[in-house]
């Protein structure tokens, strides 16, 4: 969870949903984890939200993850290492 304010025009919000992946966990699962190895060094991610809806609605399973994501500072970095 952001515990601070960000600037909006320095976050990304990314939205990934299981139909993409025809519903397929482990593809999700990879696709995902793809999209996270190939960002930047810099980048840094604020929140992933996840979601799950069960097969009692509408008679099929979804999911989705949302990563937020925003360019550290220079500050931020080194406090990294």
Known sequence: MIR???RAKTTEIVVF???EYKNDVQDFQ???NSWLKT???N???EDII???TGAAT???ESFSIAIISRTASEKELN???
């Open 17 to 19: 949903n299981g139909s």
């Open 58 to 60: 509408r008679s099929k």
């Open 30 to 32: 990879e696709g995902v």
């Open 4 to 6: 601070k304010p960000i």
């Open 43 to 45: 980048v840094v991610i």
């Open 79 to 81: 406090e990294l290492d």
């Open 39 to 41: 960002q930047p060094d």
């Open 50 to 52: 996840y979601r799950y």
